[in-house]
């Protein structure tokens, strides 16, 4: 679990809750659900991004996270 790590002294337990929703989501979505994908710390950094930026709806925070990597894999296609 990414954002339910008990010493983290940076969010609650439910910002954590919540962040962890939004990324299971956002990761069963884009097919990087199963671990050590390479992608998933990618994932997590725009998760709590949207998160920072004040965003509290997990199904809002996962959709934004999934179009930032959809956007970042395009970029890293082109020559």
């Known amino acids: 679990m990414i954002f339910l ?9 439910s910002d954590g809750e919540l962040m962890q929703r939004a990324f299971d ?15 998933q710390a990618t994932l997590a950094r725009f998760v709590r ?3 920072i930026i004040g965003n509290r709806d997990v199904q809002s925070i ?5 179009e930032a990597v959809l956007l970042r894999r395009r970029a890293q296609n082109k020559p």
Do not use: T, V, W
């Not at 790590?5 to 337990?13: A, G, K, T, V």
């Open 5 to 13: 790590d008990e010493d983290n002294p940076n969010y609650s337990r």
């Open 25 to 39: 989501m956002a990761a069963e979505e884009l097919g990087i659900a199963q671990p050590g994908c390479s992608e």
């Open 49 to 51: 991004a949207a998160y």
């Open 62 to 66: 996962a959709k934004f996270s999934i």
